[in-house]
């Protein structure tokens, strides 16, 4: 049942499961994923590499969301047969470091006018975590040695270090601050990710084209993995949760109202794979695929005249399946 979804995170040292949070308290979780992610990510062979064909981010997003509801189901499903709870546990750091992966590439395709659009939605972010940060320090809830140092940092880099370590000062003291500020775990994700967002932007931003082409590749394997786990995890759920039919609302397809998210691996979808051109690009125009009025089509082989009409689906003689 788990075959492909050997990804080979590394363990806490007793071997229990951990929360990316857990194992570097105040570190970014999403880079911190993507590392430990790495090694399994680089060992997948080209051709199980699956299309990224859905939207990345509302997948990242809700996946994250419903954390909760699968783990609630971990006990019971280490008991089924067959199944490697290592997608249950590592499933988070999986999400995490797709995330990440994800920002990288967003990065080094980055237009100068996008990265100016994040600081300024940094700085936002920055000057209301720092405002409540002065506050909740005021009142001894949080270490205030060096908040007054962030608000005084300019340039992009520091910006994104300011946000990251300002949401991992209320990050790690949530339990004392979070009845007291406005503030919400959203909101500490955000300044996560615009920081990330920015340190890669930059960073990448002068990279050679042949960088920007690994950076893709890479996430591309992060995705793999993490629907490789997420695959196995809806399989357990579905055979625990058979009779209350729930599957759909704990652990959503991520390929909802797509059709058959086989299909989708193999890139057999609406969005264009290499060995799927888009309709009207020069490579369809040239293979002669369908396109608007006045391009080229295929016209299918003529049926010999003695040709047998095909039976349709459930007839004698036909498939018992319905093609999809």
Not at 139 to 163: C, P, S, W
């Amino acid at each position: 049942m788990a075959d492909n979804v050997k990804t080979q995170v590394p363990e806490t040292p007793d071997g229990a499961p951990s929360t990316v949070q857990d194992s570097a308290p105040g570190l970014h979780r999403y880079r911190l994923a993507f590392e430990r992610a790495l090694p399994a990510s680089q060992a997948l062979e080209t051709k199980d590499l699956i299309p990224i064909n859905i939207d990345l981010p509302t997948a990242i997003a809700s996946t994250l969301g419903k954390l909760p509801g699968i783990m609630a189901l971990r006990d019971r499903a280490k008991a089924l047969p067959e199944l490697d709870i290592a997608a249950f546990d590592e499933l988070e750091t999986l999400v995490l470091a797709t995330a990440h992966a994800h920002v990288r590439y967003m990065g080094a395709s980055a237009e100068p006018e996008a990265i100016l659009e994040l600081n300024e939605r940094g700085m936002r972010l920055r000057n209301t975590l720092y405002a409540d940060a002065v506050a909740l320090a005021t009142r001894n809830l949080i270490n205030g040695d060096r908040i007054g140092e962030f608000k005084a940092h300019v340039g992009y880099k520091n910006l994104a270090f300011d946000l990251m370590a300002l949401a991992a000062s209320l990050r790690d003291n949530w339990d004392k601050v979070s009845s007291k500020t406005a503030i919400t775990p959203e909101d500490l994700d955000q300044a996560e990710l615009l920081g990330d967002q920015l340190i890669n932007a930059i960073g990448v931003r002068e990279q050679s084209p042949s960088s920007v082409a690994d950076i893709a590749a890479q996430r591309q394997r992060n995705f793999t993995l993490f629907v490789n786990a997420y695959d196995e995890v809806r399989r357990a759920l579905s055979f625990l949760r058979w009779k209350e039919d729930d599957v759909e609302h704990i652990a959503p397809s991520l390929y909802a109202g797509r059709g058959n998210s086989n299909a989708r691996k193999k890139g057999t979808d609406d969005h264009p794979t290499p060995e799927q051109p888009a309709p009207n690009s020069p490579n369809a125009l040239a293979a002669g695929t369908a396109g608007t009025a006045g391009g080229p089509t295929t016209t299918p082989p003529a049926q010999p005249a003695n040709a047998v009409p095909e039976a349709a689906p459930g007839m004698p003689g036909a498939s018992p399946f319905v093609n999809s």
